[in-house]
């Protein structure tokens, strides 16, 4: 079963930065898009950055500019630069990945669990 673990939120201030982290394992013969969301309290889940299999990048407008999403095929990791934070870059940011399973090829689409940002004075 593929797992997504992400990791590298906390606390920072307005104005600082933070790397995110998303590792994804098991049983994967290859990753596609991935994407990073992200949950405000109250808000629905929006969708922060994506990123293809060939490096084609896309965000959101409250983000363009400060967020760098980024991956590592060989790793099978994906990361999101977050320079510039404000406060309402608060919430717990998402890793979601589509793909296929080693054994059978099947298609997945998976979602890691989350990693809080709090920015913060």
């Known amino acids: 079963q593929v797992q997504l673990v992400e990791s590298g939120g906390g606390l920072v201030q307005p104005g600082g930065s933070l790397r995110l982290s998303c590792a994804a394992s098991g049983g994967i013969f290859s990753l596609g898009t991935m994407d990073w969301y992200r949950q405000a309290p109250g808000n629905q889940r929006e969708l922060v950055a994506t990123?293809?299999?060939?490096?084609?990048?896309n965000y959101v407008d409250s983000v363009k500019g400060r967020f760098t999403i980024s991956r590592d095929n060989g790793a099978s990791t994906m990361y999101l630069q977050m320079n510039s934070l404000r406060p309402e870059d608060t919430a717990v940011y998402y890793c979601?990945?589509?793909?296929?399973?080693?054994?059978?090829?099947?298609?997945?689409?998976?979602w890691g669990q989350g990693t809080l940002v709090t920015v913060s004075s």
């Open positions: 990123i293809t299999s060939h490096g084609t990048t």
């Open positions: 979601h990945a589509l793909g296929t399973y080693r054994n059978n090829f099947r298609t997945f689409d998976a």
